[in-house]
């Protein structure tokens, strides 16, 4: 079937956009329309209330909330809300919250909170020339032209830190950046920032411009390239992590302490090493990670994105995690750098996330910030414990069960049975549906 363009889709009511697509790509079977008006909030004011958050909404598209309990964090015992379709992974860090409970839990601490954005551009002055410009007359008119904007975040506490001018011209020919960091306390503060930095794209311009020293084929040779924070933010980083004698370090498994702290730590090791054991290594810390991220209305891409760029930091993509053993005493941690906002977007507005931000005490944003490196290690201790004793599918595939008996129809008789059959075998999609036929077939 040929599909032509639409003209004018956002301006349509969600109707006409329903409408529209059941004709062009659903062969006008009306029965998706009722898929999509499932998922409505019967409550009329907070259906819109979700529209609104984005652009040609036409239904809203749920995820389990769940909870993992028993995380004492820095000596205050939380439960974490998590948004996340993946099975067993609320479970496993609620497992190795438990674990931990009793050898003094997770502890934390914040190493540095700068956020950091650029203005790039392209000038052909020389740089030394341009640093002087910088360092004499530009940079000081930089701080003057943002005090408006800067204002209200310099009251919290917050607002620039600092601006440097960064030659890139072994790169690119004539690039250069307007680099500064900020602290933007509570919030995320990604338009503060990009606000900021579109001023000192302005003021670059005008006070170029104006330099007597610059020649009128230097001045007309200056591009503003783009205004942008950056997502990669290295110095705003925590800390999170367990320790405990390997005497303490006692697994339900069957192997001793001692074999498991030995090949715990040789599993984060290869993480290290290899990067395609790191890739799913850390690929697995962030579905704590983003399953709380989300659960608090802060963006999960931006989290994800800044800690694989973090993971490459010294040129080899590696693990996020580390282990020691010495002395007799097991620790495991995670520097995480994480950018995340308790104010502003959804956190005032998207009613299950004032709620999980109620449920986790009304944290600040550095709160946040431990809690999230701590949902991250305990996840990662969960899978690496499952990885080097009973295997990864075992518990995976009981989480992902009832998913297929669910596909395939089963009553609640049925996934009971199911339950107890697998209660000592390792489940498999085969075995399951295997199983389920000779069921059912009994029944006939």
Partial sequence: MNHTPVEGFSKLSKQRKIDWLIKEYLQEDRSYEEVLQQYWNADHSLQKLHEEFSENTISNFYMPYGIAPNFLIDGKLLALPMAVEE????????????????????????????????????????????????????????????????????????????????????????????????????????????????????????????????????????????????????????????????????????????????????????????????????????????????????????TAACAHAYASKDGKYSSLTHCTIDNGIFRFWIDLPISVGVVGGLTNLHPLVKFSLALLGKPSAQELMSILAVSGLAQNFGALRSLVTTGIQKGHMKMHLFNILNQLGATEEEKNYFVTYFKDKTVSHHEVINEFNKLRDQQI
Wanted: charge should be neutral; hydrophobic fraction near 40%.
């Fill in 87 to 302: 099975s067993s992974v609320v479970a496993a860090a609620s497992k190795a919250a438990k674990f931990w409970i009793d050898k003094g839990g997770f502890k934390t601490t914040i190493i540095n909170t700068k956020k950091l954005g650029h203005t790039h551009f392209i000038i052909n002055v020389e740089p030394h020339k341009l640093q002087h410009f910088f360092n004499f007359k530009l940079k000081k008119k930089l701080f003057e032209a943002t005090e408006d904007i800067t204002k209200n975040m310099r009251n919290r506490g917050g607002g620039i830190l600092n601006i440097r001018l960064v030659d890139k011209t072994a790169d690119l020919e004539n690039y250069f950046q307007l680099k500064a960091s900020f602290d933007t306390v509570d919030s995320m503060g990604a338009n503060f920032i990009n606000s900021c930095l579109e001023q000192f794209g302005k003021t670059l311009k005008e006070e170029v411009e104006k330099e007597e020293s610059f020649s009128q084929e230097e001045k007309d040779s200056l591009q503003i390239v783009m205004n942008i924070l950056s997502n990669f933010t290295p110095d705003c980083i925590v800390r999170a992590e367990v320790s405990c004698k390997i005497e303490d370090l006692k697994d339900d498994s069957g192997i001793s302490n001692e074999e498991f702290a030995t090949k715990f730590k040789r599993a984060v090791t290869i993480a290290e090493i290899e990067p395609f054991r790191a890739t799913t290594h850390n690929k697995g810390i962030m579905n704590g990670i983003d399953a709380v991220v989300i659960a608090t209305g802060n963006d999960f891409r931006a």
